[in-house]
Nanobody, 114 residues
Protein backbone atom coordinates (compact mmCIF):
# COMPACT_ATOMS: atom_id res chain seq x y z
CA UNK A 1 0.00 0.00 0.00
CA UNK A 2 1.49 3.31 -1.11
CA UNK A 3 1.35 6.14 1.39
CA UNK A 4 2.35 9.74 0.88
CA UNK A 5 3.03 12.00 3.85
CA UNK A 6 3.57 15.74 3.45
CA UNK A 7 5.32 18.13 5.78
CA UNK A 8 6.63 21.67 5.75
CA UNK A 9 3.55 23.85 5.42
CA UNK A 10 2.85 26.88 7.54
CA UNK A 11 2.33 30.61 7.67
CA UNK A 12 4.74 32.83 5.76
CA UNK A 13 4.81 36.49 4.81
CA UNK A 14 4.55 37.59 1.18
CA UNK A 15 7.91 37.29 -0.49
CA UNK A 16 8.98 34.52 1.86
CA UNK A 17 9.94 30.91 1.21
CA UNK A 18 8.87 27.46 2.31
CA UNK A 19 9.95 23.96 1.44
CA UNK A 20 7.44 21.14 1.35
CA UNK A 21 8.43 17.49 1.62
CA UNK A 22 6.55 14.37 0.59
CA UNK A 23 7.80 11.01 1.81
CA UNK A 24 6.55 7.95 -0.04
CA UNK A 25 6.32 4.54 1.57
CA UNK A 26 5.16 1.21 0.24
CA UNK A 27 6.93 1.58 -3.08
CA UNK A 28 10.28 2.87 -4.25
CA UNK A 29 9.34 2.97 -7.93
CA UNK A 30 6.96 5.92 -8.16
CA UNK A 31 8.32 7.85 -11.13
CA UNK A 32 5.39 10.17 -11.56
CA UNK A 33 5.04 12.38 -8.52
CA UNK A 34 4.16 15.95 -7.96
CA UNK A 35 2.25 18.59 -6.07
CA UNK A 36 -1.29 19.85 -6.47
CA UNK A 37 -2.94 22.63 -4.55
CA UNK A 38 -6.49 23.51 -3.70
CA UNK A 39 -7.68 26.86 -2.43
CA UNK A 40 -11.14 27.38 -0.90
CA UNK A 41 -13.78 27.57 -3.60
CA UNK A 42 -11.32 26.68 -6.35
CA UNK A 43 -10.56 23.55 -8.29
CA UNK A 44 -7.54 21.45 -7.51
CA UNK A 45 -4.67 22.43 -9.77
CA UNK A 46 -1.37 20.81 -10.67
CA UNK A 47 1.49 22.98 -9.44
CA UNK A 48 4.59 20.97 -10.34
CA UNK A 49 5.41 17.38 -11.20
CA UNK A 50 7.88 14.90 -12.58
CA UNK A 51 6.65 13.27 -15.77
CA UNK A 52 7.16 9.61 -16.63
CA UNK A 53 10.21 10.61 -18.69
CA UNK A 54 11.75 12.38 -15.72
CA UNK A 55 11.24 15.90 -16.99
CA UNK A 56 9.48 18.52 -14.92
CA UNK A 57 6.25 20.43 -15.34
CA UNK A 58 5.32 23.73 -13.71
CA UNK A 59 2.09 25.66 -13.78
CA UNK A 60 2.53 29.07 -15.37
CA UNK A 61 1.57 30.74 -12.11
CA UNK A 62 4.60 29.30 -10.29
CA UNK A 63 7.29 29.18 -12.99
CA UNK A 64 10.47 30.81 -11.82
CA UNK A 65 9.34 30.75 -8.18
CA UNK A 66 8.82 27.07 -7.35
CA UNK A 67 11.24 24.19 -7.85
CA UNK A 68 10.42 20.51 -7.60
CA UNK A 69 13.15 18.05 -6.73
CA UNK A 70 13.52 14.50 -5.48
CA UNK A 71 15.77 12.30 -3.43
CA UNK A 72 15.28 8.78 -4.74
CA UNK A 73 17.30 7.26 -1.92
CA UNK A 74 14.81 8.69 0.54
CA UNK A 75 11.74 8.25 -1.70
CA UNK A 76 11.02 11.91 -1.05
CA UNK A 77 9.87 14.71 -3.30
CA UNK A 78 10.34 18.36 -2.40
CA UNK A 79 8.73 21.60 -3.45
CA UNK A 80 10.84 24.68 -2.82
CA UNK A 81 8.60 27.72 -2.92
CA UNK A 82 10.06 31.22 -3.11
CA UNK A 83 8.68 34.72 -3.63
CA UNK A 84 5.41 33.50 -2.20
CA UNK A 85 2.26 35.49 -2.89
CA UNK A 86 -1.07 35.59 -1.05
CA UNK A 87 -2.63 33.80 -4.03
CA UNK A 88 -0.38 30.83 -3.31
CA UNK A 89 -2.41 30.19 -0.16
CA UNK A 90 -3.90 26.71 -0.42
CA UNK A 91 -3.74 23.16 0.83
CA UNK A 92 -0.85 21.51 -0.99
CA UNK A 93 -1.26 17.83 -1.75
CA UNK A 94 1.40 15.37 -2.74
CA UNK A 95 0.46 13.11 -5.65
CA UNK A 96 1.90 9.91 -7.01
CA UNK A 97 0.88 7.66 -9.89
CA UNK A 98 1.86 4.02 -9.59
CA UNK A 99 0.47 0.75 -10.86
CA UNK A 100 -2.31 2.52 -12.71
CA UNK A 101 -3.56 4.29 -9.60
CA UNK A 102 -3.42 7.79 -8.23
CA UNK A 103 -2.26 8.23 -4.67
CA UNK A 104 -2.69 11.33 -2.54
CA UNK A 105 -1.31 12.65 0.68
CA UNK A 106 -3.59 14.29 3.21
CA UNK A 107 -2.29 17.76 2.39
CA UNK A 108 -0.44 20.51 4.18
CA UNK A 109 -1.71 24.06 4.59
CA UNK A 110 0.32 26.94 3.18
CA UNK A 111 -0.84 30.41 4.15
CA UNK A 112 0.82 33.51 2.72
CA UNK A 113 -0.21 36.57 4.69
CA UNK A 114 1.23 39.60 6.40
Amino acid sequence: QVQLVESGGGLVQPGGSLRLSCAASGSSMINRMGWFRQAPGKERELVASFTSSGSTFYADSVKGRFTISRDNAKSTVYLQMSSLKPEDTAVYLCWGFFGGQNYWGEGTQVTVSS
